[in-house]
């Protein structure tokens, strides 16, 4: 057997002497009493009975160890023109500085802070300054609307919020404040206190009795110790979309997280404390939270945290001068960013102006990789190229090309095979494993490894229905796909109504509550759409109440602002069309999947269920008048 073979299979035959191994790594303050507690089942907990920080583990203890001038975070802001740097010995007392500023407002260990911030160093400070004080961090992405920040306040009740008093797009300033305090008004659990970060570009207005300037919550220069926390207490919460439009509070626990993060760092990405890692994401996604923040700190790398686009800042080349520039090894991005700069840069011209002989590797992840933009980058990059798969609830990595324990041949389309700990099935409906090729439900048998989600924020019975109820025994991914005779693992489509836009997981639930909320409107359908840029692009379908006499754009018009209020511009949605009726089966449901592969293209045969096969050249018609299906372009193209 592989080196690969011989790491996969201990990991399954022997999980506790695996990750007790990998957990060596970490610094504990007090050993675990059992490395997997199953006594709970099927809620399993890693660790119990130890404790740490997090905190202490991704920056005092470097500095402890003699990377106290080695640099930690490198800050680069092509929409503010700003660069910054800070040492690990600045990072940890900056942390420690701010959370002496928490604790100052009653900020204590278990208590909720909501961090709605852009991509600024302070974002980072006050994650890693809650992980310090062991208060439980919820961030929310800064694109997100009042409606929807709100419900993520009222889930976390936090008794601080941390923001800023705007972000920055390419051409605009976008005030945060106005948002926050809209949001703030939605609820019932109104934090305490908001510590807002003034940028200089849009100064916010303070309302003296709930908030507070940045520099004002330092200003008395106390600085916090690392408290010690249970291995399972929450870390933080984070809020994916979920089927209902009610967000889902995804749950991370300190130890397991930190064992399994610091694990993938030299054995999926291959990097070594030291190096230059950059996760071109967001902080408000997983991936922000697991691989620009944490993982990379763990391990002694030097983090990049960059304000800006693939394109447009000020152009495709973008991407490339921040490796040169600042000695990136290694790059973690979505294949959007990609499919976005080739079409700017088809010939990759503007990647010959940079020194790239430092840059080793290329990972994608976010949505699937298709095998066309693997295939682009590649060639002009010259580095291998790893489409890797794995979720918000996951935490970190399912299936990947784990390097650092041996490199396996790429698969166009595939994510390679599954990464050491994660025992992955594929089941049919009947709940009996597929053969190799043969579509199903992709699945990991319980327990998973450490890092992944152990539950959902209060939420114990929402868990078990969403993720372990249909496949017991199985945490169910909610996607489709299959492996083939050499376990590489094929990821198809989601098998729920979650659509994937530029690698950001939304709910078309959540989207057609916003639209069935217009007064003229009596039903409507949202559906995800195949786009060539950023993967999908949501389309609504509107019926509209009888005696309704309205010009159809107008209406359009008004519920794709609604989407923009209550989602925020991160939905993309900007396309609707209005219908006679929609294509339902005889029990009433609407068959979105029909109607999707209608507007993608595709092949279709008529649901034997459908209650009227007439409808579907209604819909291609409807679907026609806004573009649909477009036309394929690039190889394979008919």
Known sequence: MSRFDDTYRRSLDDPE???????????????????????????????????????????????EAGRADQLALIYDSPLASTKATFTYRELRDAVARFAGGLAAQGVERGDRVVVYMPMVPEALIAMLACARLG????????????????????????????????????????AYKPLLDAAIDLVEAKPERCIVLQRPMLEAELDPRRDLAWDEALGSGVT??????????PLYILYTSGTTGQPKGIVRDHGGHAVALEWTMKNVYDVEPGEVY??????????????????????????????GKPIGTPDAGAFWRVIAEHGVTTLFTAPTAFRAIRQQDPDGRLIGEYDLSGFRTLFLAGERCDPETLRWAEEKLGVPVIDHWWQTETGWAIAANCLGIER??????????????????????????????EIGSLVVKLPMPPGSSPTLWNADERFRETYLSTFP??????????????????????????????????????????????????????????????????????????GVNRPDAELVAEVVQLVRERIGPVAAFRTATVVGRLPKTRSGKILRGTMRRIADGEEYATPATIEDPAVLGEMSEALEGIGYPRPRVGPGAQ
């Open 17 to 63: 002497g695996f990750w007790a191994d990998a957990a060596a790594s970490i610094d504990w303050i007090e050993p675990w009493d059992r490395v997997l507690d199953d006594s709970a089942a099927p809620f399993y907990r890693w660790f119990k009975g130890g404790r740490l920080n997090t905190c202490h583990n991704a920056l005092d203890r470097h500095v």
């Open 135 to 174: 208060a439980i961090h919820s961030v929310v992405f800064g694109g997100f609307a009042a409606h929807e920040l709100a419900s993520r306040i009222e889930d976390a009740k936090p008794k601080v919020v941390v923001s800023a008093s705007c972000g920055i797009e390419p051409g605009r300033v976008v």
């Open 224 to 233: 916090a110790p690392c408290v010690p926390v249970d291995a399972t207490d």
């Open 278 to 307: 950059w996760a071109a994401s967001d902080v408000g996604w997983v991936v922000g939270h697991s691989y620009i923040v944490y993982a990379p700190l763990l391990h002694g790398c030097t983090t990049v945290l960059y304000e």
């Open 408 to 437: 396996l041949p790429v698969v166009p389309g595939s994510p390679t095979r599954a990464v050491p700990g994660w025992d992955l099935r594929v089941l049919g409906g009947d709940g009996n494993e597929r053969p190799p090729g």
């Open 473 to 546: 025994g199985y945490y169910q991914t909610a996607d489709a796909g299959y492996l083939d005779e050499n376990g590489y693992v094929f990821v198809m489509a989601r098998t729920d109504d979650i659509i994937n836009v530029a690698g950001h997981r939304l709910s078309t639930g959540a989207m057609e509550e916003v639209l069935a909320s217009h007064s003229d409107v009596a039903e409507c359908a949202v559906i995800g759409v195949a786009d060539e840029l950023k993967g999908q692009l949501p389309v609504g379908f509107l019926v509209l109440k009888a």
